[in-house]
Nanobody, 119 residues
Framework: QVQLVESGGGLVQAGGSLRLSCAAS????????MGWYRQAPGKQRELVAR???????NYADSVKGRFTISRDNAKNTVYLQMNSLKPEDTAVYYC?????????????WGQGTQVTVSS
């Protein structure tokens, strides 16, 4: 089993910044991908950003240039620095990871953290 503990959500005014953290713990041999998704009310969950074990990153077009994803492999932790926040960034943000256990890979989700951006 793998546990993902998220932190850093909250309420911020438009133009402000927040930093999300997600720490993975449990039984696994390595982590392939760590990422952040978000889900706004009435909308589908969407990818925000992800970082692969080799350091490559992917971002949603809507957050490029404003959000930065990073990873501390020693701590099995992924961060999402969110700058220039907009009201449309308001959503529940979920951490996601793909880990290796033996020859298998498994996906896990965090419990979600609320980000609210006021105008």
């Amino acid at each position: 089993q793998v546990q993902l503990v998220e932190s850093g959500g909250g309420l911020v005014q438009a133009g402000g910044s927040l930093r999300l953290s997600c720490a993975a713990s449990g039984t696994f041999s390595s982590i392939n991908v760590m990422g952040w998704y978000r889900q706004a009310p009435g909308k589908q969950r969407e990818l925000v950003a992800r970082i692969i074990s080799d350091g490559r990153t992917n971002y949603a077009d809507s957050v490029k240039g404003r959000f930065t994803i990073s990873r501390d492999n020693a701590k099995n932790t992924v961060y999402l620095q969110m700058n220039s926040l907009k009201p449309e960034d308001t959503a529940v943000y979920y951490c996601n990871t793909e880990v290796n256990v033996g020859s298998f890979s498994y996906l896990y989700w965090g419990q979600g953290t609320q980000v609210t951006v006021s105008s």
